[in-house]
């Protein structure tokens, strides 16, 4: 799947693992101010805007959070196209959460192509082919028929089998097991799409690598304010340069994209 840069686009915002979720009110005040505030051309979510989504049904409740998110989503839609890309904890966003927000599907991987600078974007998750057991869990759980099965139970079941899943995922990784991307799959996207520039999220682990091929893969940062922990959240913007055809990638502050000065 191609995006092309419509030719005004001079900004583009590139923010994904926001994780969003009522017990972390903070993320959520800055996320949404971010979204008033941002002078981006268009916005792309790389997946896991969501700390789960276990069906679109939760938008059932006009006065829930996620109806609240979609609302301020929309509001951005008004404004500038936002684009979104499932990740492994909102795999189940499915067509009424994009008419509802407005925002644009995206799949995983998919290529922006900006005035001739191929990028390939990709939440990431696919390619941690070394997490064996997420790889299979992961099969299992993107299969139309799993998902058919498990939209079919009651909401409340869903947001059990969440939950738990949640806490068993949480509970292995202070056993170190957080699989990278794996080069040589991410260097093939690259290739196929004759892209020079990956950017993912996933891993959480924000750093900007350089890959065998000389391309340069872009980690985002996940989002996540809640004292007394250090504050994590950032926002890579692509923006023009004056030459032609040149671009640059920078790390900002949320607050430093209303400025009108990036
Ligand atoms: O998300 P994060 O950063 O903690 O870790 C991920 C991988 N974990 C996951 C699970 C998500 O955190 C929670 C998913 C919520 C989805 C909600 C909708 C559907 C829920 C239904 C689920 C049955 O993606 C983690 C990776 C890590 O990234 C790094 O890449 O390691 O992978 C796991 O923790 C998965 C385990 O390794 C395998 C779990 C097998 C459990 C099988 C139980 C099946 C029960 C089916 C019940 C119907
Ligand atoms: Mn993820």
Same mark, same amino acid.
């Given at each position: 799947?191609?995006?092309?840069?419509?030719?005004?686009?001079?900004?583009?915002?590139?923010?994904?693992?926001?994780?969003?979720?009522?017990?972390?009110?903070?993320?959520?005040?800055?996320?949404?101010?971010?979204?008033?505030?941002?002078?981006?051309?268009?916005?792309?979510?790389?997946?896991?805007?969501?700390?789960?989504?276990?069906?679109?049904?939760?938008?059932?409740?006009?006065?829930?959070?996620?109806?609240?998110?979609?609302?301020?989503?929309?509001?951005?839609?008004?404004?500038?196209?936002?684009?979104?890309?499932?990740?492994?904890?909102?795999?189940?966003?499915?067509?009424?959460?994009?008419?509802?927000?407005?925002?644009?599907?995206?799949?995983?991987?998919?290529?922006?192509?900006?005035?001739? %600078?191929?990028?390939?974007?990709?939440?990431?998750?696919?390619?941690?082919?070394?997490?064996?057991?997420?790889?299979?869990?992961?099969?299992?759980?993107?299969?139309?028929?799993?998902?058919?099965?498990?939209?079919?139970?009651?909401?409340?079941?869903?947001?059990?089998?969440?939950?738990?899943?949640?806490?068993?995922?949480?509970?292995?990784?202070?056993?170190?097991?957080?699989?990278?991307?794996?080069?040589?799959?991410?260097?093939?996207?690259?290739?196929?799409?004759?892209?020079?520039?990956?950017?993912?999220?996933?891993?959480?682990?924000?750093?900007?690598?350089?890959?065998?091929?000389?391309?340069?893969?872009?980690?985002?940062?996940?989002?996540?304010?809640?004292?007394?922990?250090?504050?994590?959240?950032?926002?890579?913007?692509?923006?023009?340069?004056?030459?032609?055809?040149?671009?640059?990638?920078?790390?900002?502050?949320?607050?430093?994209?209303?400025?009108?000065? %990036?």
């Amino acid at each position: 799947m191609e995006v092309i840069a419509q030719g005004h686009w001079r900004r583009v915002d590139f923010i994904s693992d926001l994780h969003l979720h009522p017990g972390e009110p903070d993320t959520h005040t800055a996320w949404a101010r971010y979204m008033q505030k941002t002078n981006t051309d268009a916005l792309f979510i790389l997946g896991d805007l969501f700390e789960v989504w276990v069906g679109d049904d939760l938008l059932d409740n006009p006065l829930g959070f996620e109806s609240e998110c979609v609302r301020i989503i929309r509001e951005t839609a008004m404004r500038l196209p936002v684009y979104y890309m499932v990740g492994n904890r909102d795999f189940l966003m499915g067509m009424r959460f994009a008419d509802e927000s407005h925002s644009i599907p995206l799949a995983d991987p998919a290529t922006l192509d900006f005035f001739g %600078n191929r990028i390939v974007l990709s939440h990431g998750d696919a390619w941690c082919l070394d997490d064996v057991a997420y790889q299979s869990f992961r099969t299992t759980v993107r299969s139309q028929e799993w998902q058919s099965a498990f939209l079919a139970k009651p909401l409340p079941e869903r947001l059990d089998i969440a939950r738990h899943i949640r806490s068993q995922s949480e509970a292995k990784k202070p056993l170190g097991s957080y699989a990278d991307v794996d080069i040589a799959s991410a260097e093939a996207a690259l290739s196929a799409a004759k892209a020079r520039t990956l950017i993912h999220g996933h891993t959480h682990l924000p750093a900007t690598h350089g890959l065998p091929s000389g391309a340069e893969r872009w980690v985002l940062s996940d989002w996540h304010i809640k004292p007394p922990h250090t504050p994590r959240l950032e926002v890579l913007r692509l923006q023009n340069q004056a030459a032609k055809g040149d671009f640059s990638l920078s790390r900002l502050h949320p607050e430093l994209c209303d400025t009108g000065l %990036n």
